[in-house]
């Protein structure tokens, strides 16, 4: 008979004995409470605070909420925020205000979404329902030609000190808004003030703006006050109001713009204004815009494609307009300061561009010299100067053969190319906002239904 080693079986059944013990005592441990997928954020006059909203999950902005100066809301790609329904003082907009950054850096794979409550993402909302919350608000430190170089953001009540924007620094640096679509928004915030898609307030060059998206906004797509902002690759499609739009001496940088106005809806593509009070004030508002494509509502619905106005100035080089029943509008008054003075003075021109279906296609009929004040024969003069300077411009009537479906010309136009002036934009080979390939594709409203 084999004798028991009743030591060696005493060590074994401690050993099994602990570690069943450790077992349960792992089972009996608290588990981390799961997560929500859903936020509701409420701002009591503390901001965000320094976060991070994170991706696959919701979160409801109920009223105006703030990034405080000094915080920074960071924002993961496939990340969605929702405005509440309301309006005047319950009306959701989410604002970046002078100080604050917001770190919004989606990707084609998974956009940043801002849209509506109302908005399941999969076709609730249709494509021109607008109106329904607010917008991204984004305030810097930038410098404004207004009195007393800064100002209150429109549609913030002026007892609100988060909503001011503007000071000296050109190169303020307000965070990145990277593959970031914006839908539905314009919220009316009393007697008929509309929030707009995308409100940029005294932005400066630091900011990042490239690949974002506005589409079915109430009142303007993207609007600048001022500031020295810089972007590249924006859609604005099928807003109520202008497209783009500037004033307060906006002399910021664009390239590949792309506005698309709904056939029943919409305004100007482009309303450019120089100042408000006053408007002669500087800097002035020149701002330089490369390889935009700008889409009309069609010859019947009597808009125009672009006003120079208020002593605005700006270059338009490379581009394409089309669909419009009106061209481009300077303005023309009796004060020796004025947007045709900005022409004369060559701080506005429009040159090595495309026009096709817009007005009669007559150089008389593309550009318009308007305004009150001036004499019959100085404005007849500045008409004649102007008729003359379009083709001197290299600008041309063509069909590049897009459409509102498909923005990208079947007829590239890749001849008479304005040179690129400044390193900050992309040598391309090409007239418009898009070469071969649509890079708003996939991840805006816009061009993927959802």
Known sequence: MKKINFQLLAVLTTALVVGFTGCKKDEDEPQPEPQPDEYTIVDDGNGTGTTTWKSGKTYFL???????????????????????????ENAS????????KIIAEGNADNPIIFTAEADDLNGSVSITDRGLWGGLIMLGKAKLNSAPGESQIEGIPSSEARGRYGGNDDTDNSGVLKYVSIRHGGTDIG??????????????????IDYVEVIANKDDGVEFFGGNPQLKHILVAYVSD??????????????????????????????????????????????????????????????????????AGGHYFNSIFTEQTKGIDIENLEEAQDSYKQFTDGNLSLENNIFWVVSDGTAEGLFKISGSGASPADSLAAVEAFAA???????????????MENPVPSNPQTDNLAPYNDSWFE????????????????????????
């Open 62 to 88: 109920q009223g105006f909420v703030f990034v405080n100066e000094g915080q920074i809301l960071s924002i993961e790609p496939g990340c969605v925020i929702k405005g509440k329904a309301g309006q005047g």
């Open 93 to 100: 907009a989410l604002i970046v205000s002078r100080g604050g």
């Open 191 to 208: 007697e008929g003030n509309e929030i707009n898609g995308l409100t940029l307030g005294a932005i400066g060059s630091g900011t990042v």
């Open 242 to 311: 202008d497209s783009f739009d500037y004033d307060e001496g906006f002399r910021g940088k664009g390239q590949f713009w792309c506005a698309i106005q709904d056939p029943n809806d919409g305004d100007r593509l482009g309303e450019h204004d120089g100042g408000t009070d006053p408007e002669t004030g500087e800097p002035y508002a020149i701002p330089t815009i490369y390889n935009a494509t700008y889409i009309g509502r069609g010859t019947d619905a009597g808009k125009r494609v672009i006003t120079f106005r208020d002593n």
């Open 389 to 403: 300077y379009f083709e001197d411009a290299g600008n041309a009537v063509a069909n590049p053969v897009i459409s």
């Open 427 to 450: 040598v391309v080979s090409y007239k418009g906002a898009f070469g071969s390939d649509n890079w708003a594709a996939g991840w805006t409203r816009y061009f993927s239904g959802k």
